[in-house]
């Protein structure tokens, strides 16, 4: 209110108002209240309105009327009638009505002014929340898909009793689970010291079993959310709906495990894990599709047709087109924020 | 209920949700799947076996099993893989570990060596069986040992084996010890026989094995030999006993020696003569034991053709000063020169056994004689063949073709002209051998221990 202290600002008396036949019309600060003559007592107070709720003004010169008209937010606007008693009060009314009206329409659009401010201050906090949340997703789904690539690797050198190549691997698979940890208080130690015995051993047997244990682990972690992410706790809700997500997380874990996995299968010859894996890989890549914008455009279908053929090759190649769309990706790291029911139905 | 990555609950049994249309996944189940994966591969990580036995068919498999039940006392050095056709109807897949025996099942097996062929080359299970018994990487220390019966459909597809294990192990000595059909047999299974051993023989080939030890089923059955346990050997009982012989007394130095001298004249094919269980008290000497193994050979040699000689002899330690490498070589030269009079080359490998009997087993592979007479009694049988070849045969049924019969006709007559007149015997007319020639041209082995001694040189 811009009048905190209630005032009279005029008053007039009148002559007309729905069935009411001498009264008075007093406009206050505040509100515009109607009085009505009382033999006994005096002046009875009948009703009032709010002045916040004023919308306009209408002066009937021939009927010599004065249509009031009051608007609620989210109600029909109402309107009374007055007939006031000579051109001098009702002239008076008229313009102590039209200068609260003019008040009105200041406060309102100062008020709205200063919430869009805010709510543009609001959004622009929110969006670098969710920029950053989101860059913590994507940094994330980076080492898991390292720490993947590492350990097919580290398999694959195993097999190939290249134990120079073992022991790189394993350190970068320590490298980047320490990365991780750093990042998302993902820890996966236990299965790491585990490994490390057996790589010290040069236990090719150990190590491959150990190898497996490690992404059951780290699936485990995901899944379970045994891991805290204390600075986004204050504002999960706010990124509930930011994508990609905690939730998608095991999802990107799960296409990179796969996807390494056809790629060991296919080197060491395996054709029926190969064949095996792709269902699953067609799968996550929709799910990487709708949640990371990963596109693979046609490395899917190159895929599918080198397994058909059996062709190593033909499949590394599309395995090249694979990776240098994760790559372009983990550079561009997109993100989206939407409300569910604005997803798209496939 | 299943939760989408959006978090929309859907019944159990959606592909997909209903609300967005992503596939639903059951995380948990998938990951588990992936990590049985990875373990079903920890094989794969075994410190490489020195030999890899790979039974082949039906006769192979069943001696893989034998040799590795008959004889127990194998360590990690040696590991064992029995592949056959599923007759038993059971899809496709490979069997669990049996007894640190790989096993594995070919879906669609086949009388005939085309259709084998195809089984096997088209069996994607095969190189993970493979690396998972421990053939995995470039080591010229190993050697594999295909043993098949290749008048079977599947046992003649052994050279498919042969490329495959190549593939794996490029460095890896690769051996087929093979059972060609008897005489009593059928057509189709002698044409198995030749159309494998054309394979296994042919000349640059990545198919051929490095060395083929071909033995003949109606042969062996006439051959005689005594288990450690003092019983009297059945066929299997000898095949199974011979594959261990090769298995424990062939270290790769000598392998490599051995494949050395038979390429240097040509030489692919040998022909098995065995002497198993031969105890002392009975026979007396290494002469009388050597004796007794061309007395019944495993497959036709005439002793004119052999060019070649590697005798593989194992003696409990306990005969060791009877059994001296310079008193063996000396009975062996005796019996060479008595026996071949064309020997070119002469190798021996001296192994000893913690066995406490006095039962000596000798092998003499003898190289120099043509293919054909390795899966034919003699020549009119040959004959036979041949002209059944020339007819116009339904080779469908074989899953062969004419051209392909014809290649493989081209390849073992390419190696029995070879062998009748050997490019290697034209360069060596002036070459005698006496006994300080074959002196040098012996190899001295004693156990592990490998000689320096070199082979001949072959004068320009």
């Given at each position: 209110m811009v009048n905190s202290v209630k005032r009279e600002l005029a008053r007039a008396k009148i002559r007309s108002w729905r069935d009411m036949r001498s009264g008075w019309l007093v406009v206050e600060s505040d509100q515009i209240a109607i009085y009505r003559n009382k033999l006994i007592g005096g002046p009875q107070k009948l009703t009032q309105f709010n002045t916040d709720r004023l919308a306009g003004i209408e002066l009937d010169e021939v009927k010599n009327s004065l249509r009031v008209i009051f608007h609620v937010p989210g109600e029909e606007p109402k309107d009374e009638l007055f007939v006031l008693q000579g051109k001098t009060q009702t002239d008076t009314v008229i313009s102590t009505l039209k200068d609260l009206l003019n008040e009105l329409k200041a406060r309102k659009k100062q008020e709205a002014e200063e919430a869009e401010r805010l709510e543009k201050e609001y959004q622009e906090q929110l969006k670098l929340t969710r920029e950053r949340f989101a860059s913590e997703i994507w940094e994330t789904s980076e080492i898991l898909w390292l720490i993947c690539k590492s350990d097919y690797a580290m398999v694959r050198a195993v097999i190939e009793a290249n134990w120079d190549e073992a022991r790189q691997q394993y350190s970068r698979i320590w490298q980047e689970s320490d990365r991780l940890k750093q990042l998302s208080q993902i820890e996966i130690t236990g299965a790491l010291e585990n490994l490390d015995g057996a790589v010290t051993s040069q236990n090719g047997q150990e190590i491959i079993q150990k190898a497996g244990d490690l992404i059951q682990q780290l699936s485990h972690r995901l899944l379970h959310y045994e891991t805290n992410w204390p600075k986004w706790q204050n504002d999960q809700e706010m990124l509930a709906a930011v994508s990609p997500n905690y939730g998608h997380l095991s999802y990107f874990l799960l296409f990179s495990t796969v996807y390494f996995e056809m790629l060991l299968a296919a080197q060491i010859e395996d054709w029926a894990s190969v064949n095996s894996t792709f269902p699953l890989i067609r799968s996550c890549s929709t799910i990487l599709q709708s949640c990371f914008n990963l596109l693979f455009n046609g490395s899917l279908a190159a895929t599918n047709s080198a397994i058909a053929k059996r062709n190593l090759t033909l499949l590394l190649d599309a395995a090249r087109q694979i990776e240098s769309a994760v790559g372009s990706v983990f550079q561009a790291r997109p993100f989206k924020f939407e409300t569910p029911s604005n997803q798209p139905k496939e | 209920m299943l939760i989408c990555p959006n978090n929309h609950e859907n019944l159990g049994g959606l592909s997909h949700c209903r609300v967005c249309g992503l596939p639903l996944l059951d995380l948990e189940a998938e990951f588990a799947s992936l990590a049985k994966n990875m373990v079903n591969r920890a094989e794969m990580g075994h410190r490489a076996p020195r030999v890899l036995l790979v039974g082949l068919g039906t006769v192979g498999a069943n001696l893989t099993h034998l040799c590795k039940t008959g004889y127990p006392n194998h360590s990690s050095e040696y590991s064992f893989l029995a592949i056959d056709a599923d007759e038993a109807g059971i899809s496709n897949g490979q069997k669990d570990v049996l007894h640190s025996t790989l096993e594995t099942f070919i879906p669609t097996g086949g009388t005939f060596c085309g259709i084998g062929e195809v089984a096997i080359r088209s069996d994607a299970h095969l190189i993970p069986v493979f690396r998972r018994a421990g053939l995995n990487h470039k080591d010229d220390n190993q050697a594999a040992i295909l043993i098949a019966g290749i008048g079977g459909g599947i046992g003649s597809a052994a050279s498919v084996l042969v490329e495959k294990v190549r593939q794996l192990n490029p460095l890896c000595h690769v051996l087929a010890l093979v059972v060609a059909p008897g005489e009593d047999e059928s057509f189709h299974n002698h044409l198995n026989a030749y159309y494998a051993l054309s394979h296994l023989l042919r000349r640059d080939s990545p198919r051929a094995a490095d060395l083929t030890i071909a033995l003949r089923y109606d042969r062996i059955k006439t051959v005689k030999g005594v288990g450690t346990g003092g019983q009297e050997l059945t066929v299997n009982g000898l095949l199974a006993s011979l594959s261990d012989l090769l298995m424990k007394n062939l270290p790769s130095q000598y392998l490599a020696e051995v494949l050395r001298v038979n390429q240097s004249l040509g030489i692919k094919l040998v022909i098995p003569c065995l002497a198993l269980g031969r105890s002392l008290e009975i026979f007396g000497n290494l002469t009388n034991i050597l004796e007794s193994t061309i007395v019944f050979p495993a497959n036709r040699i005439s002793n004119q053709c052999v060019r070649v000689c590697h005798l593989i002899l194992r003696t409990p330690s306990s005969q060791i000063a009877s059994f001296r490498e310079e008193a063996v070589n000396e009975h062996l030269w005796v019996f060479v020169k008595q026996h071949f009079p064309n020997v070119k080359a002469v190798t021996s490998y001296i192994s000893r056994s913690?066995?406490?009997?006095?039962r000596i087993e000798a092998c003499l592979l003898l190289g120099g004689g043509s293919a054909s007479s390795a899966i034919f009694s003699d020549g009119n049988s040959l004959a036979r063949f041949r002209s059944e070849l020339e007819k116009?045969?339904?080779?469908q049924t074989y899953g062969l073709n004419k051209d392909v019969v014809k290649l493989a006709n081209e390849a073992i007559m390419q190696y029995d002209d070879a062998m009748e007149t050997p490019e290697s015997e034209k360069k060596v007319k002036r070459f005698k051998l006496d006994k300080s020639s074959l002196n040098q041209i012996r190899l001295p082995y004693k156990s592990t221990e490998v000689s320096n001694a070199s082979f001949p040189q072959v004068p320009a």
């Open positions: - | 913690d066995e406490r009997h006095d116009d045969l339904s080779w």
